[in-house]
């Protein structure tokens, strides 16, 4: 199979993109600065620029499928009115350039990327792929992003991966969670009791690739592990793991402070289980938190 996939150079692109190739598979990734350094080695760069139509739509179409994981990072900074101008033009623009192009030929599937900020903060309901979204403005971006992808259906199969807190070691947020541990100043945010869905790498990947290649798979897909936690229950956790103390809260007001806007979304409580993967005999390598850090903390 012949996979184009943008936002390969970020952390879930760099390791599916491996992944892809580990099977056999051909990747072209589309590269703003045509870097091909930034990518998993073995990867055919293509550049262009995803909100831009230009030459690199002839190579979209030659593919089989693609991975739409574009999109500038929620985390480069305070939510100011032309970081959010940017943040929504990153992930809209540049699926709706994917998807006039994937409507009138070429990939038979679009796995497009989306995340579980499109249910808002929820408190401990329960969530899934049947949930409505939410009113805030990042579940706002997310449903414009989803959106975006729906012309696609008309000739391929469309899949929208809402994708929770990715853990990983060589970056995201788990560097950034572990750091004050490390430091011996961590404990839980504000008063710990929001909820937080998490993934392994690994599952990520692994949930990408089943939306890929199974045609049973379409429409929303949550892509968290199935046991969501507190988040004070995340600082014990990451206290076990890196055998520090947990005794140092961070208060909601000083996480206001310092990010502004963004505090909404790391605050934010979302409990969400994958159930159309669970349905579908997913099998999570990493269903549970503390062996999931212990595997990426060591």
């Not at 229950?233 to 961070?250: D, G, H, I, N, Q």
Request: hydrophobic share 45%.
């Amino acid at each position: 199979m012949r996979v184009f996939v943008t936002g390969a150079s970020g952390l879930i692109g760099r390791a599916l993109s491996a992944s892809l190739l580990a099977s056999g598979h051909e990747v072209l990734a589309l590269s703003r600065r045509g870097a091909a350094a930034e990518l998993a080695a073995g990867v055919r760069c293509v550049r262009g620029d995803p909100a831009v139509p230009g030459p690199w739509l002839d190579d979209l179409a030659t593919c089989d499928a693609c991975v739409n994981l574009a999109g500038e990072s929620l985390a480069g900074g305070r939510w100011t009115v032309a970081r959010k101008r940017d943040i929504r033009a990153s992930r809209v623009d540049a699926t709706r350039t994917l998807t006039r192009r994937i409507a009138e030929g070429g990939p038979s599937v679009l796995v497009s990327g989306s995340a579980i900020g499109i249910y808002g903060d929820r408190g401990d309901e329960e969530l899934d792929e049947s949930s409505p979204p939410g009113g805030d403005f990042l579940a706002g971006v997310a449903r414009e992003w989803e959106e975006a992808a729906a012309p696609a259906a008309r000739r391929a199969r469309v899949v929208l991966v809402r994708t929770g807190i990715v853990l990983a070691r060589g970056g995201g947020a788990l560097p950034k969670l572990a750091q004050p541990f490390r430091l011996y100043a961590g404990g839980p945010l504000g008063g710990g009791d929001f909820w937080q869905s998490w993934i392994h790498i690994d599952d990520e990947v692994g949930l990408l690739r089943l939306a890929l290649e199974d045609a049973r798979v379409s429409g929303p897909l949550v892509a968290t592990a199935p046991g969501p936690v507190r988040n004070r229950e995340f600082a014990s956790a990451l206290s076990r793991v890196l055998r520090r103390p947990s005794a140092l809260p961070t208060p909601a007001f000083a996480i206001r402070a310092a990010i502004g806007e963004m505090a909404d979304v790391v605050l934010a409580s979302q409990r969400v289980l994958p159930r159309k993967a669970l349905s579908l005999g997913y099998a999570f390598r990493w269903p549970a938190l503390e062996p999931a850090l212990r595997d990426l903390l060591g």
